[in-house]
């Protein structure tokens, strides 16, 4: 006997809720979560969260922290929030009363370029060499490299087209000799799995016609840096660290970097600095000055 469901109706708050963030373009998965860090605020509440006071935005954040909520947590919840205040509620008076969770920044993890290279040669098959040679060799996030087209690639001008990327920007990233010619080993394979569209995803899913997922990424990420007996923690977006690093170590400019990683603040992209080992051992210590300094100086000047 086939079991119905029958859904809720939207409430007309929600609905508004939908409509505000909609006309703003916000992405389907940010609204998913909007609505429900304000259904979680609303459950605390106990009632409808239109009717929310300063005391229970802060009764709702001393909440969270006592209950060990993690600081990446309660600020997607506060940036869920300032927009029900601001924008669907306009009461900014209660966003005010929103405060971001403080947390250490680590240091992202870096592969060497060996290390890159070991990563590549151990990826299950040219599909996915293909594809993390693409994350390294551009610097794109891993959401990016899975969304490219056959189109974004453009072999005259030497650039691949990101549409659409973090922020809802389109940009251009370096596409060099050697991931074209890995893109066109890729293709050539494709074609002759019958997998590839002609203005279709660049790295087909398990239908040609889904690109791939960002978790199929992630599990070839992990299968290659054990083939190769990475020892450190890595992800898709290590690659991405790995790029900016490398780029780093090579007296590119930052401001250039900024560009190709689609960073808008400087100070994001300045964090490789960090970690750019070589950059760091190129500079000469005022120390190394002073014992110079001293060994020219005569004996009891």
């Known amino acids: 006997m086939p079991v119905s469901t029958i859904e809720r109706p939207v409430s007309p708050l929600r609905q508004r809720m939908l409509e505000d963030m909609a006309m703003r373009g916000l992405r389907s998965h940010t609204q998913h979560d909007y609505i429900r860090f304000v259904r979680s605020f609303a459950?605390?509440?106990g009632r409808s969260p239109d009717q929310a006071?300063?005391?229970?935005?802060?009764?709702?954040?001393?909440h969270q922290r006592e209950s060990g909520a993690q600081p990446p947590t309660i600020n997607s919840s506060v940036s869920a929030l300032?927009?029900?205040f601001t924008v669907t509620l306009d009461r900014p008076d209660l966003s005010?009363?929103?405060?971001l969770a403080r947390f250490p920044r680590k240091l992202p993890a870096v592969l060497s370029v060996e290390e890159v290279g070991q990563l590549l040669e151990a990826a299950p098959g040219i599909k996915y060499k293909a594809i993390l040679g693409t994350a390294y060799g551009a610097g794109l996030r891993v959401s990016e490299v899975a969304s490219l087209r056959v189109d974004d690639i453009d072999s005259k001008r030497m650039l691949i087209r990101v549409e659409q990327g973090k922020g809802r920007k389109d940009r251009n990233a370096m596409l060099s000799p050697q991931l074209l010619t890995l893109l066109r080993l890729w293709w050539e394979e494709g074609k002759r799995r019958g997998v590839m569209l002609r203005h279709g995803w660049l790295f087909p899913g398990r239908s040609c016609t889904?690109?791939?997922?960002?978790?199929q990424i992630n599990r070839a990420v992990h299968e290659a840096a054990e083939a190769a007996g990475i020892r450190k923690h890595v992800s898709p977006h290590t690659l991405r660290?790995?790029?900016?690093?490398?780029?780093?170590e090579q007296d590119v400019d930052i401001r250039v970097i900024q560009v190709l990683l689609g960073h808008s603040k400087l100070d994001t992209t300045a964090l490789y600095a960090r970690v750019a080992t070589k950059t760091i051992r190129s500079v000469t210590s005022p120390l190394e000055h002073l014992a110079v300094l001293m060994q020219g100086e005569e004996p009891g000047g």
């Open 82 to 84: 300032r927009f029900f």
């Open 96 to 99: 005010r009363r929103l405060v």
């Open 53 to 62: 006071t300063a005391e229970d935005v802060r009764r709702f954040q001393v």
């Open 43 to 45: 459950a605390f509440l």
């Open 241 to 248: 660290h790995s790029f900016a690093t490398h780029l780093l």
């Open 210 to 215: 889904d690109p791939v997922s960002t978790r």
